[in-house]
């Protein structure tokens, strides 16, 4: 008997690759039975992002890398997807370059895609279907989760910010909430089948339910899904500023599973950029809102999204950032080189500063984030803390795993500890990463 394969390759962030879980539930529901290596698929789907250039020539290298395969797997199918393809003009440049792709999907409709195989299968020509505007969200879908003990469940896709440096809104569009019915549903059949840390996913979660349909607030809902029975961890992202609540900070403190860890990416911190981009906040505001966080959470941490090189920025708006990471007292953030995006307002920006300078700041900001985190791991040298395991590394011959507040840990063990909540006493630190001894397991 023959057993379709497939492969999928993802590109981007978690919301990209749980959608790319939810495909393989499609391709799964079509007959292709298990994930194998690229070259014996009989299906490719590429779920690409395009929040920023490399990631756009990655998935373009990787898709005229399977030229030679193609032409050798004659029923071979290649799909693209995702943000990439969603860009306006994008699917006609992807056929005229890779002329034999199959189908090409966008955001809007990734519910489609087993129709979208179903119709090639009966066609010569390639099958595009790009939709402007999603119609419904994508509930119905059966993904094959490949993450345990972590789970992810979006309550909202798309996004109506229209930050000007962000391709987000035209590729995702606007915001739409899931209702909470259906989210509160999906986490407690989630832990039914054992699942032990589900994080919330949307562009924006704390402006969950402003169309309406989601039929309560997001501190309403974390409070909602952080009754359900069981021992689990709870977390989300990702937050933005303009939106946060002293009610989000107070329902986060009444909830010992709600990880105390507040992901607020803050851009930059220079008033002027800021207002550039759009963000619709200050640097005070910002600090003002970590302050609130922290009154309520006195042991929690604040992670962050940085970019420097925004056009126009100046050596002393740079040193506003820097100053900005010192007074947040960041636990880590990632941080980014400014990359234009065709259709944002700040591609079109005068003031482009040179690649070289932004080199510079961002190895400076680099060695300032880092030198905090290694700080705060130093803190749990000869301390206890629980690590949720979620994999064991062949290289180290350990175990790994997150603690509440996002610090990798690795331990030994003689069973498999995988899902397993382990207390360890750290016995040294490197990086963001933890090194400890098994004190109990659970």
Known sequence: MLIMKYHIVTYGCQMNLHESEKIAGMLK???YATESPIEDADI??????????????????????????KR?????????????????????????????????????????????????????????????????????????????????????????????????PYVRGRECSRAAADIIGEVKQLLKEGYKEITLLGQNVNSYNNDGKGGMSFPQLLEEVASCEGKYRLRFMTSHPKDFSEELAVVMSRHDNICKTL???????????????????????????????KRYNPNGVVTSD??????????????????????????????????????????????????????????????????????KSLHYVGKETEILCEGYDEKSKMYLGRDSLGRMGYFAGESDLIGKFVKIRVTRASGISLYGDVLSIE
């Open 29 to 31: 529901d079509l007959g």
């Open 44 to 69: 490719v789907v590429f779920n690409t992002c395009c929040i920023r250039e490399n990631a756009e020539n990655h998935a373009f290298g990787n898709i005229g890398a399977l030229k030679k395969l």
């Open 72 to 168: 050798q797997k004659k029923g071979m199918l290649i799909a693209v997807g995702g943000c990439m393809a969603q860009e306006t003009g994008k699917a006609q440049i992807l056929l005229e370059k890779f002329p034999f792709i199959d189908i090409i999907f966008g955001t809007h409709n990734l519910n489609d895609l087993k129709d979208l195989v179903v119709q090639k299968r009966t066609e010569r020509k390639a099958v595009v279907n790009i939709k402007d505007a999603r119609t419904e969200v994508e509930d119905g879908i059966s993904p094959v989760r490949t993450s345990y003990p972590n789970a992810w469940v979006n309550i909202s896709y798309g996004c109506n910010n229209f930050c000007t440096y962000c391709i987000v």
């Open 263 to 293: 992901h607020l990416p803050v851009q930059s911190g220079s008033n002027r950029i800021l207002k550039l981009m759009n963000r619709r906040y200050t640097r005070e505001d910002y600090l003002k809102e970590i302050e609130i966080f």
């Open 306 to 375: 940085l970019i420097v090189g925004f056009p126009t920025e100046t050596e002393e708006e740079f040193q506003e950032t820097l100053d900005l990471v010192k007074e947040a007292d960041f636990a880590s953030a990632f941080t980014f080189v400014y990359s234009p995006r065709t259709g944002t307002v700040a591609a079109g920006m005068e003031g482009r500063v040179p690649e070289e300078v932004s080199k510079d700041r961002i190895m400076r900001l680099i060695a300032q984030v880092n030198a905090q985190t290694r700080e």
